[in-house]
Structure formats: structure tokens, C-alpha cells
């Protein structure tokens, strides 16, 4: 069983403290993605799990066993690079069974697991190629068969896509996601890209300055962000953010007026609403705005309005007759309003008034 669970982990560099307390327990066969800018601490996360940075403080284990003082070798963990770190002047087939012969696993045993990893990943006419040879697509394919070939308990990721560009990160991702199902194993994924987060993910631990800001699914995540923070880094187009006043008949200021059928305490509030939970209306309610600037993008436009006191994006069908230069009024149904605690920047609990 490959359980992973972190325990109170801390890291120090001298007296600069840059993971704090960090608690996780990810379950057998489980898809994990570590998301957050750089800086965040994610890699250095990865890097202590896989024994490549010493644990400050607090306890590491896998497969309920403490890991703290093994060394990567003994882990039971394959790690996946950024940059691939592949031997130049080995051949492909080299470069993946590499590690296998200096553990001095039998060549008849390893052309048994060479086969399997070589047919999933589609390296079979590339075996006696050069990495520089490759494609970079093809280059972190030999990469995770280096790793895939080792059989671990556990994948970890450092944000191997990042040097790829779009289309092959979308292949690949399709790649990763298809070879965690069949092999089954536990994995840990490093990111910055959100979409890599929400369509490979079973869990997603979102974190900011060296602590997890929220941690849930990728549906969880998106649909109920715990702060402004989360609100802010997940969802593309980004969340519109207004600052506003909890009212007795709603939320809104002398520019936008919006209703809300639930108890809020009255005061200040930071409202979240994504781009396309916006509905064009000719009604006396929302906002009222110029269209500023008005972007095509395939199936949608991304359109921005402004009038004297807000500036807001709204994402609609690419066919909508919309310039630059009209006036439209917006509105948003009451259960697409994410509200936050201008002060603590944290998610506000309503409830619906009967």
C-alpha cells in the first residue's frame, strides 16, 4: 500500500523558515497536484518526499513507514524532472533501463519490463536513437519510462511539462493521466498550470508562501474557493472582484447593484464572479457598463466593461452583436456571488433567507 502522509513537515534554510507545518495524508492509487505560484514551496515539498532536501522538522511516511533518514533509493519513489536529465550519449533504450543495470537486476528480467513501458509510451522505433534526436515531447516520454520501468509505489512530478509547448502538453497530459490509471500507482504532481491541475487531479493541495491555502477536488476548489487567494489563481478567464456593501435588499454601491437572497451581515464585502456566470439584461439590476475592449476567442469573447466605478470581464457566445464602444447591462444569478471578508480575505458563509 503507498500511502503517503506528511506529518508537521518544516523547512529552515538557516533562519528563514519556507514550509510551515505542513500536513497531508494522500491515499493509495490517489492523483495528487501540488498548485501554486512560484515560490510557493511545492518543489521543495516534492524534493523532501523524495529525500532530495533534508527535513527540517516533523515526520514523512510511505506506506506507514517513517522515511525521514532513507535515502531516496530506499523510498520506493520515481521522480520525473523538468528538464528530462537524460545521458546524452546513451541511446534511449539505455537511458531507460540504466538504472535497472546498476542495480543489478537481470538483463532477462529487464527486456520483460522494457517491453511493456516501451509499448505504452510509444518509444519502440526510438530505442537506439540519441536524446538529441528527440523531440522534447519525446524526450520526457523517455523520461517517465525511466522512471515508469523502476515499478515504485510512487510518481513524483516536478512540473514536467513546462519546456513543452501547448499542444504537446496536452498530448502528454492525456499520456499521464491514461499511464496513472493502468499502473495504478500513487502520484505526486508539481504545477503551476492550472489546467494541468483540474484535469489530472483527484485531489488538489493549492498552496501560497510555503502553507496549503485550500485542499480539495478540483470541483471543490473551483465551485467553492476558500479565499481570495484561491478565488483568484483558480479559473481562467479570472474571477471579477468588486468591492462592495452588504445591504438590506443585496449587495451593491452606486455603480452596481446585485440581489442576494441570504443573510449577510452588513458592511463591506468582496464579491467574486467569474467571467462567464454574467447574463446580458436590459433590466434595472447589475451593472451597467461601456464595452471597452472586446476579445475573440473561438467559441467566446472575452469582453470588458467599465463605467465610474467598476471594471468587469464577461465571457459570452462568440456569435453575441457586442462592439467596442456600446453600452449593455449585466447581471448575475444570486448563487453565482462568491463572497469574501474584505479584512481576512476569507470565504463568508451565508444562508438563504426563507
Do not use: W
Not at 492523483?31 to 515560490?39: A, E, H, K, R, T
Not at 461601456?290 to 472575452?302: A, I, K, P, S
Amino acid at each position: 500500500m503507498a500511502t503517503v502522509e506528511c506529518r508537521g513537515i518544516r523547512k529552515v534554510y538557516g533562519s528563514v523558515e519556507v514550509m510551515h507545518d505542513f500536513n497531508l495524508k494522500i491515499d493509495d492509487h490517489e492523483f495528487v497536484v501540488f498548485l501554486g505560484p512560484s515560490g510557493c514551496g511545492k518543489s521543495t515539498m516534492l524534493r523532501m518526499i523524495a529525500g532530495l532536501e533534508e527535513i527540517s522538522s516533523g515526520d514523512l511516511l510511505i506506506g506507514g513507514q517513517r522515511m525521514n533518514d532513507r535515502d531516496p533509493g530506499d523510498r520506493g519513489i520515481a521522480m520525473v524532472f523538468q528538464n528530462y536529465a537524460l545521458y546524452p550519449h546513451m541511446s534511449v533504450r539505455e537511458n531507460i533501463v540504466f538504472g535497472l543495470e546498476r542495480a543489478g537486476v537481470a538483463k532477462g528480467a529487464i527486456n520483460e519490463r522494457l517491453a511493456p513501458v516501451v509499448e505504452a509510451l510509444g518509444l519502440g522505433i526510438y530505442l537506439s536513437r540519441k536524446p538529441t534526436e528527440l523531440s522534447g515531447g519525446q524526450q520526457q516520454r523517455v523520461a517517465i519510462a525511466r522512471a515508469m520501468i523502476k515499478t515504485p509505489e510512487v510518481f513524483l512530478f516536478d512540473e514536467p511539462l513546462s519546456n513543452l509547448d501547448a499542444k504537446l502538453r496536452g498530448s502528454l497530459r492525456v499520456e499521464i493521466a491514461r499511464l496513472h490509471r493502468d499502473l495504478k500507482t500513487t502520484s505526486i504532481y508539481v504545477t503551476h498550470d492550472q489546467l494541468e491541475a483540474m484535469t489530472l487531479a483527484d485531489k488538489i493541495v493549492l498552496m501560497k508562501d510555503g502553507r496549503i491555502e485550500q485542499m480539495g477536488t478540483p470541483e471543490e476548489i473551483y465551485q467553492s474557493p476558500a479565499t481570495l487567494f484561491a478565488a483568484g489563481f483558480i479559473g481562467t478567464p479570472n474571477m471579477n472582484f468588486l468591492k462592495l456593501e452588504a445591504l438590506n435588499d443585496g449587495i451593491g454601491d452606486s455603480g452596481a447593484k446585485f440581489k442576494a437572497p441570504f443573510a449577510i451581515r452588513p458592511g463591506p464585502v468582496t464579491v467574486g464572479i467569474r467571467p462567464g456566470a454574467f447574463q446580458l439584461t436590459d433590466e434595472g439590476g447589475g451593472l451597467r457598463g461601456r464595452v471597452e475592449r472586446n476579445e475573440f476567442h473561438g467559441e467566446t469573447r472575452l469582453v470588458t466593461l467599465r463605467n465610474n466605478s467598476h471594471e468587469i470581464s464577461i465571457a459570452v457566445p462568440a456569435a453575441t452583436a457586442i462592439k467596442e464602444g456600446d453600452v449593455v447591462g449585466i447581471d448575475v444569478a444570486a448563487h453565482e456571488l462568491h463572497l469574501f471578508d474584505p479584512e481576512t480575505e476569507k470565504r463568508l458563509e451565508v444562508h438563504k433567507v426563507a
